[in-house]
């Protein structure tokens, strides 16, 4: 079985600090990765996604984040956040590539001014 | 990019009746869809797996005669809330795989739809 904890709920910052949310997984087969953002009321929208290759992955918006299989983390970092990049983000594992998603129970990232 | 949209966006009604969600892939299609339901302030679950032509598989503890989803084409997959109950008030989202020559088939989500049962 297949598993995500996000080991924060709520993460407050000021604005242009960094910033990483973290993600732990747990799979006895090979992952796939993702991290997804939701705004109020909207849909899930991909951030980034880790597949195979390199660890460190780079997404839209600023983001990265680097896959450990040693410490099976997948954290999501940003060096400096903006006001917009307030929403709740989701961590994923996937033990294929298209099949349904296992999500854990989000992180809210609330940037201040 | 592949497009997935959910109809309608917000929906009220009455308990007692019955709601019926789409799940469309616009540009695409989808042999596979996946339907969460998401409450207030938590993640999402993974409710079933919509296959087309085929009945659908429910996750355990999810009432298969409560939601019923019909996958009858490629690029449509419904999920219906049979004698909706104030309990039933939630955030639905769908998601379709993607695939491509090359591609590892990535899911993309609707933009959710959100039931409210009086």
């Known amino acids: 079985a297949q598993s995500v904890t996000q080991l924060d709920s709520q993460v407050p910052v000021f604005e242009e600090a960094p910033v990483e949310l973290r993600c732990n997984y747990s799979s006895s087969v090979s992952v796939y990765l993702f991290w997804y953002v939701q705004y109020p009321n909207q849909g899930l929208q991909l951030l980034l996604k880790y597949l195979s290759g390199s660890t460190l992955v780079k997404g839209i918006n600023g983001f990265e984040a680097e896959f450990n299989k040693s410490q099976t983390s997948f954290h999501l970092r940003k060096p400096s956040v903006h006001i917009s990049d307030t929403a709740e983000y989701f961590c994923?594992?996937?033990?294929?590539?298209?099949?349904?998603?296992?999500f854990g129970k989000g992180t809210t990232l609330s940037v201040s001014s | 990019g592949a497009v997935v949209s959910q109809h309608p966006s917000r929906v009220i009604c009455k308990s007692g009746t019955s709601v019926k969600i789409e799940c469309r892939s616009l540009?695409?299609?989808?042999?596979?869809m996946f339907w969460y339901r998401q409450f207030p302030k938590k993640s999402l679950m993974l409710m079933a797996t919509s296959n087309e032509g085929s009945k659908a598989t429910y996750e355990q503890g999810v009432e298969k005669d409560k939601f019923l989803i019909n996958h009858a084409s490629l690029t449509l997959s419904t999920l219906t809330v049979t004698s909706a109950h104030p309990e039933d008030s939630s955030f639905y989202i769908c998601?379709?795989?993607?695939?491509?020559?090359?591609?590892?088939?990535?899911?993309?989500f609707g933009e959710g739809s959100r039931l409210t049962v009086l």
């Open positions: 540009d695409f299609q989808a042999t596979t």
């Open positions: 994923a594992v996937g033990n294929q590539a298209g099949t349904a998603l296992i």
């Open positions: 998601s379709a795989r993607y695939w491509t020559s090359g591609s590892s088939g990535e899911l993309f």
